[in-house]
Structures are given as C-alpha cells and as structure tokens.
C-alpha cells in the first residue's frame, strides 16, 4: 500500500517538507519538525522560525504594539538578515501599521521600503 503511506505524511515547518510518519519522533510530531531538521544547529533552527515569525507579521491586518516589542528585540539579533527584516517590518509598522492599503500607502511615501519588501522576499507585488 505505497499509495496510502504516502497519504499518511506529515509537515516539517521547517524545510517545508511532506515527510514519511518514520521521519519523525515523538516530540517532533508534535512540534512539526522532522528528524533531519531536529538535529540541525539551534541557532539556524531559530532563524528559520524567526523569519517565519517576522513574515506572520506582515500577513496579519495589524502589527501590534507587542508585535513592535517583539521586533525591536529581533532586530536585535546577531543573525544578520533577521536583524535586517525585523528592522525593515518595524521601519513598515511606523508607516502603516494597518494592512489595508499598506502597498498603496508604502508606493506613494515610502518607495524605499517598498522596494526592500521586493528585495527581501517579505512581499510578492507584481506590477
Ligand atoms: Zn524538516
């Protein structure tokens, strides 16, 4: 029954994989991560999560004030790109906290911003 073995895999957030149940442990099933990710170093495991973390941000109607918080102290980090993004989304959140309208409003006032959004992968705009 290969066809059902396939059916039955399971999500690693982090390589964004489908992976047989056997690649998982149990606490990696629970957290979704798979055996290759677990063991990768935890620093790198951290920076894909943060990304995630910063990208969840832009996705949401709204960055909050505990949002702002918490990308100050990413911003902080020693990782340069997470740093890098964070700084980017907080300079985003200053300009337009509000997703409706962000792109139109970031287009006209703030190209820059814009234009590292592209650069950085945060946004997807086709024009
Ligand atoms: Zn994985």
């Known amino acids: 029954m290969l066809a059902a ?3 039955m895999g399971h999500y690693c957030r982090l390589c964004g994989r489908i992976r047989p149940n056997e690649r998982f442990s ?3 099933h629970r957290i979704h991560v798979c055996n290759d990710c677990a063991k990768m170093p935890k620093a790198d495991r951290d920076a894909i999560e943060q990304e995630e973390e910063i990208c969840g941000f832009m996705r949401q109607s709204h960055i909050s004030d505990k949002n702002i918080a918490r990308l100050r102290a990413l911003s902080a980090s020693d990782n340069s790109r997470i740093a890098d993004l964070a700084s980017l989304v907080l300079d985003v959140a200053k300009v337009k906290p509000y997703k409706k309208r962000r792109l139109k409003v970031l287009a ?17 705009v086709h024009q």
């Open 108 to 124: 006209r006032e703030r190209r820059d911003l814009l234009e590292a959004l592209e650069r950085t992968g945060l946004i997807h």
């Open 5 to 7: 073995g396939m059916n």
């Open 26 to 28: 149990g606490n990696g």
